[in-house]
């Protein structure tokens, strides 16, 4: 990406937006800084279990950039029927941190940008009702011949019903306070009215 004719953007290996609002990519550098300040993020979640360089942080700091940090060990895979090394409860922690839209816009990344950061866009891509083979397809693009069947199988079976319906109780709670401060609200200025008319009532030549 460039900026103008002296200052050229670059983004961090396997940069590419999510969807509106998300980000993945490997793990920045600081010639990727320029450009990730065009991307005006509120957070970053981060998925190795190595502690963030200095000179990330001072970045972060800078730009108002909340760090979100799920230690997920980088194996290799050792079989194809071996079990997948990524934790469960950890990917679905980071998958509630993604779809707060709070934290938005956010950059997941990794080391590569490949299988953590896969893993965690494939299970969002089930939270967003995609089609097994699309999810697979995307996974396989940016992971390419480090393609993983443990990776594969983990977004596969990985459960989201859970997190949907948590999701749900969420939103239906906070439309109900919502309505009932609306009400409140409402009767408040009601009450406000005729205390009001009262008054030019009272006064009134």
Not at 34 to 46: A, E, M
Not at 49 to 75: A, D, M, T, V
Not at 174 to 188: D, G, M, P, T, V
Request: hydrophobic share 35%.
């Amino acid at each position: 990406m460039i900026q103008d004719d002296n200052d050229v953007l670059e983004p961090p290996i396997n940069f590419s937006m999510v969807d509106e609002g998300i980000f993945r990519s490997g793990f920045p550098q600081p010639p990727n800084f320029p450009f990730l300040k065009t991307l005006q993020l509120r957070s970053i979640i981060y998925l190795c279990p190595e502690p963030y360089p200095e000179e990330n942080l001072e970045f972060l700091r800078s730009q108002n950039i909340q760090l979100f940090q799920f230690g997920i060990e980088g194996k290799k895979e050792a079989s194809s029927s071996a079990a997948s090394s990524i934790p469960k409860q950890t990917i679905l922690e980071a998958l509630k941190v993604l779809i707060d839209v709070r934290n938005h816009p956010v950059l997941i990344h990794c080391k590569r940008g490949k299988h953590r950061t896969g893993c965690l866009v494939g299970v969002l891509r089930k939270f967003q009702n995609w089609c097994l083979a699309s999810v697979f397809e995307e996974y396989q693009r940016f992971a390419g011949a480090k393609s993983r069947t443990t990776d594969l199988r983990f977004i596969e079976t990985f459960d989201v019903v859970g997190l949907r319906d948590c999701l749900y109780g969420i939103i239906h709670h906070y439309y109900r306070l919502a309505y009932y401060a609306s009400k409140k609200r409402r009767l408040l200025l009601y009450t406000q009215a005729q205390e009001d008319m009262q008054t030019y009532q009272h006064y009134k030549p």
